[in-house]
Antibody
């Protein structure tokens, strides 16, 4: 049974940092590309970042480039997203998702809510 | 960035009716298009990948078609459990982008 479980969300002040985690089971994590996608309250989906299976390449949305860092630990089947210099517009549910390798994301976690507010 | 425009924004249909959802890309994405279903309070679920391939466990009433810039998701006979927001997504070019969504509601 495939499980992706995000954690680490919460309320944080503007300018502060947060680290999100995504624990996985039931997928060949070390051979899977992984993504973070977010969804602001009442809004659509916004892709945030992607990391190759071996961690050698990363991609970011312009809106988070230079502030967020995606990383992974293949020995622990864990995916991370470091969020720095947070802004009110970063408030969203953050989902981790697996890259299917054929244009799409096939497994998703239930998400963790990040609220940036003073 | 490739912009995906979905239409209509909202689709109101009766059970058993056919639903046709459109996704138009600002430039060609070839066949690199996927469709997702998202119900309230839930994570998105992959329905269609590679424009026309049903994901594992997806009912046959869901089908995808199109290539280049124009794509369609069809629900052949709407069921009450199909009430959701549907998103298209491309990965032909970075960054990966999503459409704004089509909300399907019951009339």
């Amino acid at each position: 049974q495939v499980q992706l479980v995000e954690s680490g969300g919460g309320v944080v002040q503007p300018g502060r940092s947060l680290r999100l985690s995504c624990g996985t089971s039931g997928i060949p994590f070390s051979s899977s590309g992984m993504h973070w996608v977010r969804q602001a309250p009442g809004k659509g989906l916004e892709w945030v970042a992607m990391i190759w299976s071996d961690g050698s390449k990363t991609y970011y949305a312009d809106s988070v480039q230079g502030r967020f860092t995606i990383s992974r630990d293949n020995s622990e089947n864990m995916l991370y997203l470091q969020l720095n210099s947070l802004r009110a517009e970063d408030t969203a549910v953050y989902y981790c998702a697996r890259d299917k390798g054929v244009t799409s994301l096939d497994y998703w976690g239930q998400g963790t809510l990040v609220t940036v507010s003073s | 960035d490739i912009v995906l425009t979905q239409s209509p924004a909202t689709l109101s249909l009766s059970p058993g009716e056919r639903a046709t959802l459109s996704c138009r890309a600002s430039q060609s994405v070839g066949g690199s298009l996927a469709w997702y279903q998202q119900k309230p309070g839930q994570a998105p679920r992959l329905l269609i990948y590679g424009a026309s391939n049903r994901a594992t466990g997806i009912p046959a009433r869901f089908s995808g078609s199109g290539s280049g810039t124009d794509f369609t998701l069809t629900i052949s006979s709407l069921e009450p459990e199909d009430i959701a927001v549907y998103y298209c997504q491309q990965r032909s070019n970075w960054p990966l982008t999503f459409g704004g969504g089509t909300k399907v509601e019951m009339k």
